[in-house]
């Protein structure tokens, strides 16, 4: 099997798309303009794929109700420091961040809507 995509039913859905693409990168592969709005979006390589729809009689996650380690979109940092400034800059706030003995800096944020970000600056990448 290969990894295809994760998906999100997310409040604030047109918002959300354009914080993403702007702020991360993503690209909009497709995209639904009625409900449920579906959208897939990739990162730089084409390889990973998050899809992001609005399914209001569906549950939403809260994600400000949990801790980051229980769920966190993660993504590779050339400089975690300066992406963690440009990112609070435009909206996501700091939770925390871990310098490890091997030189690697992980960087814990949430989105302007509470979903956990983590910026993976890896001494030795994945």
Known sequence: MVFEH???NVHHIDQVIHWY??????????????????TFLADSTGRVMLELYFRPDEP???????HPLTF????????AEEDKN???THGAS?????KKEDGSHLVML???WGMP??????TNRF
């Open 117 to 122: 970000l983590q910026l993976c600056q890896r």
């Open 72 to 79: 966190h979109v993660a993504f590779v940092s050339e400089n």
């Open 94 to 98: 700091f939770v925390k961040e871990v």
């Open 86 to 88: 440009r990112l609070t």
């Open 110 to 112: 949430r989105d302007p």
């Open 21 to 38: 693409t702007t702020n991360l990168g993503l690209t909009i592969i497709s995209t639904q303009k009625k409900p449920p709005f579906m």
């Open 6 to 8: 994760f998906a999100l």
């Open 60 to 66: 939403i996650t809260n994600f400000s109700d949990y």
